[in-house]
């Protein structure tokens, strides 16, 4: 290919973004990427959620000869990207288990002939013989694997399936491979390379911060009343997700908000596929609803408007909870990313990893991991900081938009109180757990503690001082530290790591966080409605939205199908007088112009005829 080829090809690019998709210039790598697929190179790419992953493989669809396969891990949100795409006039089509024989032939013969720029289908099929053989019979353009991090044996989403496409690497050579994830450790994205053969590619590794978020942790004592506070103040009106780790509490949580006035719906793998499916899509097409979910929920929620995501309880990693809370602003609109957990938690995680049939090396990572995250809720330091430094990024300066930036963390010299507990540990054995051992130190008579004898030892009542709640939080500190560690085989029993022998024998001191008797300050309430959007503007901005869900529901779409808030926002303060100005906003191409723009335009002039006439 020679120069003039490749900047034919750029131009080419660059145009279907502006006019195709409505967006005036490339971001973060998405340049790099796509003309790399051009060039017929493999690439793995890293990008933040919300980052336009999508747009790196669509762009090349349209250009290379042949058909996009497209490799997606829920089979229920195919149909919502290939509506999306049809809106934009792009042939796309989805082959999966909820189609009817005679649809799923006829999207068979469309890849044959070659009538289909992109086709979604789920790892499980593509992997089958039967698919490959029609592969092998169809011109293809390239593969897209997203997701690509459920490759990964150590991974919070591992699908076996996906190791097996390594077989496309072998089958198709010359067919160029992207592999595509928002979430990826120096480890995963080893494995993601080892795996899928990608020792060739192209990497390009995006900033994994993500500015909007706003990140708040703290151990609550009432953890659904101080969750209601957090909805009620902050997102009265907004989507969101809340997390559990069982599906009883997911259950129990989803009843509590509904009795509350919210539409609060329950997700997890226990109910009946057609439930999750109906609640999944009220979710994506209507507005204000919160899903309450276990981790079954939100791999690939393409929802922009997912103003909070809260976790009542602790994730079992850093890439989890990357993952689960990068669900909130992908529009790039203020997000909330909100955690309530406890020592219980880490308990209840590590029992559910050492009782799994995971090799013991697989179980020391998960561990680690464990470990990593507890580490993350109780550091004092900038929490966006460290969230990055996992991910191997260094941030330079604090963020200023977290829990510890705003409200700086108190911290005390822990050191007696710390040796207290450590010694009691010992002296009971290290065969206890976290209640046997504070009721020790508090002096708590029971048949118990006297049955062994316990009520005579010398830390029997040395911690009286201090309360039952303040002991569990200076307990899962030394946790977290990594001065103490629960032994799940033991029934959750506390044991002593190599780390408390040189603070049990005062050669050092340790300082911990302080404990917070009071709720902090909540920080400003952010409401549906943008920070840019002043008093005057608010009924421009709900008659656009107004009319953004009465579209959606004619086309059988989600509202931000149709235009995300960014682009209602732009409009709002823009002010656009004609189509072509319109045109100029962020996302809208020659589609949606023709689909929308007309309808839009009017809205916005029959409400400043209305003003105009009232001034």
């Known amino acids: 290919m020679n120069s003039s080829d490749i900047e034919k090809i750029k131009s080419t690019a660059l145009q279907l973004l502006q006019e195709k998709f409505g967006f005036q210039n490339f971001r973060l790598n998405q340049q790099d990427v796509i003309f790399s697929l051009l060039e017929g190179q493999d690439v793995l790419t890293l990008m933040p959620t919300g980052g336009g992953k999508s747009l790196c493989y669509q762009i090349p669809a349209l250009i290379r000869a042949g058909t996009a396969i497209v490799v997606s891990p829920l089979i229920a949100l195919m149909q919502d990207q290939v509506n999306a795409l049809h809106l934009l006039n792009i042939n796309a089509a989805f082959l999966n288990s909820t189609q009817e024989l005679s649809v799923s032939r006829e999207v068979e013969r469309q890849l044959l002939n070659g009538q289909l720029d992109l086709l979604y289908v789920a790892p499980e099929r593509l992997v089958t013989e039967r698919f490959l053989s029609l592969l092998d019979q169809a011109s293809l353009a390239l593969f897209a694997i997203d997701e690509a991090h459920c490759v990964s044996q150590w991974g919070h989403d591992f699908r076996p399936e996906y190791q097996q496409l390594k077989t496309l690497a072998e089958r198709y050579p010359s067919v160029p491979r992207i592999a595509l994830t928002a979430t990826a450790d120096s480890r995963t994205r080893k494995e993601i390379i080892q795996q ?62 509904a009795n509350k006035g919210r539409t609060a719906l329950p997700y997890h793998a226990g109910l009946p596929s057609e439930v999750r499916e109906q609640h999944q899509q009220r979710f994506l097409h209507e507005e204000g609803v919160i899903i309450v979910a276990t981790i079954a929920f939100g791999m690939g929620i393409d929802k922009p408007d997912v103003r909070f995501v809260a976790h009542l309880n602790l994730p079992k990693s850093i890439e989890a909870y990357y993952q689960e809370t990068g669900r909130a602003g992908r529009d790039g609109l203020p997000a909330d990313a909100w955690m309530s957990y406890g020592l219980q938690d880490v308990i209840m995680l590590r029992q559910m990893m050492m009782q799994s049939d995971a090799s013991e090396m697989h179980k020391r990572v998960v561990q680690q991991k464990l470990e990593a995250m507890l580490g993350l809720t109780e550091i004092m330091s900038c929490r966006r900081q460290s969230l990055l430094e996992y991910f191997d990024e260094a941030r330079n300066e604090p963020c200023g938009h977290c829990d510890n930036c705003i409200t700086t963390p108190e911290s005390w010299n822990a050191t007696r109180d710390a040796q207290k507990a450590l010694s009691c540990v010992y002296r009971t054995g290290q065969r206890f757990g976290v209640n046997y051992v504070i009721d020790v130190l508090i002096g708590k008579k029971n048949d118990r503690i006297c049955q062994f004898g316990h009520d005579q030892l010398s ?130 191409g020659d589609s949606k112009l023709k689909l929308y723009g007309q309808s839009f335009l009017q809205e916005i002039q029959n409400l400043d005829g209305e003003i105009s006439g009232i001034s």
């Open 196 to 257: 899928l053969d990608l020792h060739q590619a192209n990497v390009f590794i995006n900033s994994f911060d993500r500015p909007n978020i706003y990140y708040e942790m703290a151990e609550h004592i009432n953890a659904r009343h101080k969750l209601w506070q957090f909805i009620e103040q902050r997102h009265p009106e907004n989507a969101g997700i809340v997390y559990c780790l069982s599906r009883k509490k997911v259950e129990s949580t989803a009843v509590w908000l």
């Open 459 to 588: 830390t029997y009542g040395i911690g009286s001082e201090i309360s039952q709640t303040e002991w569990r939080v200076i307990i899962r500190q030394l946790i977290a530290l990594g001065y103490l560690t629960v032994d799940a085989d033991a029934y959750g029993a506390l044991k002593l790591t190599d780390n408390a022998r040189p603070l049990l024998k005062g050669e050092m001191e340790l300082s911990l966080r302080k404990i917070a008797r009071n709720q902090k300050p909540a920080i400003a309430p952010k409401k549906r409605v943008p920070q840019e959007i002043s008093t005057e503007d608010l009924p421009l901005w709900e008659a656009l939205r107004k009319l953004r869900i009465s579209l959606a529901k004619q086309q059988g779409v989600p509202p931000y199908v149709i235009f995300h808030d960014a682009t209602l926002k732009q409009m709002v303060i823009e002010r656009p007088a004609n189509l072509n100005e319109m045109a100029e906003l962020h996302g809208i």
